[in-house]
C-alpha cells in the first residue's frame, strides 16, 4: 500500500513523472542534494543547509507532530543527534516540517522543542518546497547527505516502528558509511509514516 501511495503521489509534484530512484520519485541515490535557504527554526533563526558546510555529513527528516509515527521516532532521531551531533561534532542534523495544519505550525513545533530539549534544528518550510525537492512522501523521511552532499540513503530510519523490534538501522548505518567514505550497506528503503500533507494546487 505504501508503495501504491507513493505512486499516487507523484502527481503532486510538477514535473515528476518517472522514478528518479527505486522509490523516490524525485532524487537518485547520488544526486547533489537540494538546498534550502532562510528556513525559520524554532530557536527563532534564520537556517540553510549551508550552515552545516564544515560537517563531513548530515542527517536531514521531514517530519511532523501531526503524525504518531513521526512523534514516535522524534526520540529515536534526538537520540542519534545526540550520539553523532552537538556544536563539536563532524555531523549536522535537521528535521524540516512543511505541514501547514494548525497543529504543525511553526510555534508548536516551537513549543515541542523547547518542551522536550530537542538539541537538532527543526525548522519549518510554509511553501512546502523543500520537502518536494527532495521527493518527501511520508512523515518521517529521512534522508543522509555525504561531505559533498550527496544523497547517500534516504527511506526509512529502521526496519520496524516498534522500536523493540529494531534489527536494522539503516540511517545510522547510511550514517556510518558516509563518514568512513564508503557505500551505505542499504542507500534506499519505502518510508513508512503518515503521508505529508502537501496542499494541491488547483488549476
Same mark, same amino acid.
Given at each position: 500500500?505504501r508503495l501504491t501511495a507513493?505512486?499516487?503521489a507523484?502527481?503532486l509534484?510538477a514535473g515528476?513523472? !518517472?522514478? &528518479? #530512484? ?6 537518485n541515490?547520488g544526486d547533489? &542534494?537540494?538546498?534550502?535557504q532562510e !528556513?525559520?527554526g524554532?530557536? #527563532?533563526?534564520?537556517?540553510? !543547509?549551508s550552515d ?5 555529513a ?5 517530519t *511532523?507532530?501531526? *503524525?504518531?509515527t &513521526? ?10 543527534a545526540?550520539k553523532?551531533g552537538g556544536p563539536t561534532?563532524?555531523v549536522?542534523f &535537521?528535521a524540516? *516540517?512543511v505541514?501547514?495544519v494548525a497543529a %504543525?505550525?511553526l510555534?508548536?513545533?516551537? %513549543?515541542r522543542a523547547?518542551?522536550?530539549? !530537542?538539541?537538532?534544528p527543526?525548522?519549518y518550510?510554509?511553501s512546502?518546497k523543500?520537502?518536494k ?7 518521517p523521511e ?5 561531505k ?5 540513503y534516504? #527511506? +526509512?530510519m529502521?526496519?520496524a516502528?516498534? +522500536?523493540?523490534?529494531?534489527?536494522k538501522?539503516?540511517?545510522? %548505518?547510511a550514517?556510518a ?7 551505505a550497506p542499504?542507500t534506499e528503503?519505502i518510508?513508512?509514516? *503518515?503521508?505529508v500533507r502537501?496542499v494541491r494546487d488547483r488549476?
Amino acid at each position: 500500500m505504501r508503495l501504491t501511495a507513493r505512486i499516487f503521489a507523484v502527481a503532486l509534484f510538477a514535473g515528476s513523472s !518517472l522514478y &528518479a #530512484g527505486q522509490y523516490n520519485e524525485v532524487l537518485n541515490i547520488g544526486d547533489a &542534494a537540494p538546498t534550502w535557504q532562510e !528556513l525559520p527554526g524554532t530557536d #527563532g533563526k534564520m537556517h540553510a !543547509l549551508s550552515d552545516f558546510q564544515d560537517k563531513d555529513a548530515v542527517v536531514v527528516v521531514f517530519t *511532523c507532530l501531526s *503524525c504518531p509515527t &513521526a512523534v514516535d521516532y522524534e526520540a529515536r532521531f534526538e537520540e542519534l543527534a545526540k550520539k553523532y551531533g552537538g556544536p563539536t561534532s563532524n555531523v549536522g542534523f &535537521a528535521a524540516i *516540517c512543511v505541514n501547514r495544519v494548525a497543529a %504543525d505550525r511553526l510555534d508548536k513545533l516551537t %513549543d515541542r522543542a523547547n518542551e522536550k530539549k !530537542l538539541s537538532f534544528p527543526y525548522l519549518y518550510d510554509e511553501s512546502q518546497k523543500i520537502a518536494k525537492d527532495y521527493g518527501a512522501i511520508f512523515t518521517p523521511e529521512f534522508y543522509v547527505l555525504n561531505k559533498q552532499r550527496k544523497v547517500v540513503y534516504m #527511506g +526509512a530510519m529502521d526496519d520496524a516502528t516498534d +522500536a523493540d523490534k529494531v534489527t536494522k538501522r539503516y540511517v545510522e %548505518d547510511a550514517l556510518a558509511a558516509a563518514l568512513k567514505g564508503s557505500e551505505a550497506p542499504v542507500t534506499e528503503t519505502i518510508a513508512r509514516g *503518515c503521508r505529508v500533507r502537501y496542499v494541491r494546487d488547483r488549476k
